[in-house]
């Protein structure tokens, strides 16, 4: 049997059945009914944000964050990151906005702040960091790079889940922080999603985007889609919820382990996170010197695939290389982002994998070597 790069979480099936037994008994299955509202408040005591506002997947929540902040003006520009999903980049473009792309750091891939200043100009709406594999960005320099050029902040943490920077939860961070709850997440809803603000004000805006507009049953005074999470996905979440933290420890143990076998082979180089954050231990990425380790990136991922292991190219292409981009943008001007995500594969984590399963992979990997 194949060993995927990620297993979706699921809670007993008896669990589940109790959580969406209300809903049989209700009849309500949407509209932000009694099990979305349970949800939302478990998720605003668990991430300990002030405002949450849940929706059908991160990607609607993304979108609907740049317009809830109001950052759209003609020839507007968002300061953002390449090496990403490309969800991240689309939200932007189809907010009839423009991407601008800064590069990365060396350490642990997050947008580098000390080339943010030089990429801002008078069309300049927004920045649009994004924590990569859940290594919390420097949030205190980007912090103070919008505070002085007065920017919206608003971060793609679709990796940082339950994630804490100096004891603080990642969705207090910048004017807004969109979270997934997609299924291959170390926490997820099925699929789903949430944007933490801080700001009440944005609270109206939210819930009217995702809801047609409606304001109240006889008033519709905004311009909205729809982009509500449903009940039953709300009760997965809920279930799931209930169980993240043992699901979190149990890739604690995934991840340490691989830390043993891998950690000091030439060759192999290692993300640096925050030492100031926690992990989640969603993502195993590793970057291979294709010169020192003997084998490249590609090479090593085909070894894998060869002894049925589907380990991932994350992110690769980088964003500003994709076909649909790459004729707008070029990525020279993003050199340490084009280099991460040529060399860079995420390994196998999930709460089922077994350690005898690890040590299979990390034999094929370490055979691959000098």
């Not at 939860?169 to 944007?195: L, P, R, Y």
Request: charged share 25%; aromatic share 10%; with cysteine.
């Amino acid at each position: 049997m194949a060993i995927n790069v990620t297993r979706s979480s699921l809670p007993k099936i008896e669990d589940y059945v109790e959580e969406i037994r209300p809903i049989f008994e209700s009849h309500i299955l949407t509209n932000m009914g009694p099990v979305y509202k349970k949800f939302q408040r478990m998720l605003i005591e668990y991430l300990e944000v002030p405002y949450l506002s849940m929706f059908v997947n991160g990607h609607m929540a993304l979108e609907i964050a740049i317009q809830a902040l109001d950052v759209k003006r003609d020839h507007g520009e968002v300061i953002t990151t390449p090496f990403t999903f490309v969800s991240t980049t689309h939200a932007i473009v189809r907010n009839g906005l423009n991407p601008v792309f800064c590069d990365i750091k060396t350490d642990d891939y997050t947008l580098d702040p000390a080339k943010i200043e030089s990429l801002i100009t008078d069309n300049t709406v927004a920045i649009m960091p994004v924590h990569v594999y859940g290594n919390v960005c420097d949030v205190e320099a980007i912090d103070e790079i919008a505070k002085t050029h007065n920017l919206k902040v608003i971060y793609d943490g679709a990796h940082a889940f339950a994630e804490k920077y100096k004891g603080v939860g990642v969705g207090n961070f910048g004017d807004a922080t969109m979270f997934s709850f997609h299924a291959t997440k170390v926490f997820n809803s099925i699929e789903g999603g949430a944007i933490a603000f801080r700001d009440k004000k944005y609270r109206k805006a939210l819930h009217e985007l995702k809801n047609f507009g409606i304001h109240s049953p006889e008033i519709v005074d905004a311009i909205g889609g729809n982009a509500k999470l449903d009940e039953f996905r709300a009760a997965m979440g809920i279930c799931n919820l209930r169980r993240v933290e043992e699901c979190m420890r149990k890739r604690k143990v995934i991840y340490d382990w691989y830390n043993e076998r891998l950690r000091g082979v030439p060759g192999i180089r290692f993300c640096k996170p925050n030492p100031n954050a926690t992990c989640n231990y969603a993502y195993y990425p590793l970057v291979f010197d294709r010169e020192e380790f003997g084998k490249s990136r590609d090479e090593v991922f085909d070894s894998l695939l060869q002894h049925g292991i589907n380990a991932r190219k994350y992110f690769y292409p980088a964003v500003n290389e994709l076909a649909v981009y790459r004729n707008v943008y070029n990525s020279t001007n993003t050199p340490v982002a084009h280099d991460i995500s040529l060399n860079i594969i995420t390994l196998p984590i999930y709460e089922e994998l077994s350690l005898e399963e690890v040590d299979m992979i990390c034999d094929i990997i370490l055979s691959c070597g000098r």
